[in-house]
């Protein structure tokens, strides 16, 4: 049986690395070549003819893509007999390998249905979220925040497959292009997404039509308004009160065309 060793100095790779491993035997007589087996595969993805000179034998498999990630062994085969025939080794001990694909997080905010598309009302609050589809344990979000005077960065762990950074009052601070990435440490190894596209948030002055303080000048006005007309109308009903004409104007009043006419009374 031989022993598989793993040359790369660790067992968690990204996409497009190589992973080398090393395939040795005791025996050193009509050796004829090594291969390495993906546990489930029946054929194998690599073979290395074997050399005169001592083992291991690196068996390179290069280019790796997430479907590499699983459990690897190694045999060798032998030449015996006469005529020479090909007899292969058990399988050798396994070595599980991981292969982290961490995609491009998406990214996008909501804030208050007033503020014009791409905008965040000054004073108030927003939020973006991140989120991704391929997560791994202990992984978290970083947003980054490129603006006029520098970069800004923030990080959440990724308790669930998405996050969201809370800005309770927009400031013109964050005013900038916001980039999310994903990133997560396994097998001594840290391991970043590619950043987002950018999202662009401006940051804009409240609608003066709607500020608090013109608000409150409107909603005075018009209650003084109102006590203006209110104080009109009872002093025209208490004015007309007074007027009622007197019982012997009534009877003094004669109808031309239709119309009543108050004669007076010249009073000697």
Known sequence: MPTLTLLSPHTVFSPGEAVRFGC????????????????GVSTPLVTQRAEQGPTPVELTLTDIETFHQGSYSCRYRIKSGFPPQLLSSPPSNSINITVVELLTPQHWFNTSTEAPAGSVIKGHNFNITCSTHQQYPGGSFQLRLIRSNGTVRQTLPA?????????????????????????????GRTFISRESQPLPIAIRDPDPVLSPMVISWIVSSLTFLVTVVVIIIVAKVLCNKEKKPTELERETRTCVDNTYVALSINKL
């Open 24 to 39: 040795s035997v005791l025996l050193g007589h009509h050796l004829s070549d090594f291969h390495l087996y993906k546990h």
């Open 159 to 187: 308790l669930s497959p998405s996050v969201t950074f809370t800005f309770p009052d927009a400031q013109s601070s964050n005013e900038g292009y916001y980039y999310c990435l994903y990133r997560v440490q396994m097998g």
